[in-house]
């Protein structure tokens, strides 16, 4: 299946998306709160906000991102997203 990516939901906390390697390929965030920013960072690491940075996504109040990387990142140990900020966040990160 070349070329398909895999969404997979953000439960608005830190979370784990994907165990093991994989490649990152895009995300698509939104701070849905509308009165405070959110960030998500993205790390290369299975279950912790550390390892190799892949991406930052700072979201103003209200704010969205929608992502999708013409040649995907390689993630060697898995993808871990960080929330931080006071805003709320929904979205997906794409892994292919």
């Known amino acids: 299946m070349?070329?398909?990516?895999?969404?997979?939901?953000?439960?608005?906390?830190?979370?784990?998306?994907?165990?093991?390697?994989?490649?990152?390929?895009?995300?698509?965030?939104?701070?849905?709160?509308?009165?405070?920013?959110?960030?998500?960072?993205?790390?290369?690491?299975?279950?912790?906000?550390?390892?190799?940075?892949?991406?930052?996504?700072a979201l103003p109040a209200g704010g969205s991102a929608d992502v999708m990387y013409c040649r995907p990142v390689r993630a060697s140990a898995g993808i871990y997203v960080d929330v931080g900020g006071t805003g709320a966040l929904e979205g997906s990160v794409r892994i292919a």
């Open 2 to 57: 070349s070329g398909v990516t895999i969404p997979v939901a953000l439960t608005g906390s830190d979370q784990a998306v994907h165990l093991g390697a994989a490649q990152l390929a895009g995300y698509t965030l939104r701070e849905t709160g509308g009165v405070a920013a959110a960030t998500a960072r993205i790390f290369d690491h299975p279950s912790a906000a550390s390892g190799t940075l892949l991406a930052v996504v």
